[in-house]
């Protein structure tokens, strides 16, 4: 069956960097886009970064934009999010999620904060 693992979130100072991990198994990773959303309490879900299957195309939420960086690994079957400069706004559960297969990671909390 399909897992993700997400793993590296925490409390982090504003200004601060985070990697995010999702390692995948039981699909053909290398054949599927990634993402990942957030969602912080009383908000919706929202998209916050996309890589296609190669890995040549990515997309970004404006406020991320210069800050995040997403990233994957076909051979580790792992998809990556390097967030940089976190801000206060940024803290939200982060879950992975497969493209056009809807499965969804349990989610790692990222909270930013001094």
């Known amino acids: 069956q399909v897992q993700l693992v997400e793993s590296g979130g925490g409390l982090v100072q504003p200004g601060g960097s985070l990697r995010l991990s999702c390692a995948a198994s039981g699909f053909t990773f290398s054949t599927y886009g990634m993402s990942w959303y957030r969602q912080a309490p009383g908000k919706e879900r929202e998209l916050v970064a996309y890589?296609?299957?190669?890995?040549?195309?990515?997309n970004y939420l404006d406020s991320v934009k210069g800050r995040f960086t997403i990233s994957r690994d076909n051979a580790k079957n792992t998809v990556y999010l390097q967030m940089n400069a976190l801000k206060p706004e940024d803290t939200a559960v982060y879950y992975c999620?497969?493209?056009?297969?809807?499965?969804w990671g349990q989610g790692t909390q990222v909270t930013v904060s001094s």
């Open positions: 999620y497969v493209n056009n297969k809807g499965y």
């Open positions: 890589i296609n299957f190669s890995g040549g195309l990515t």
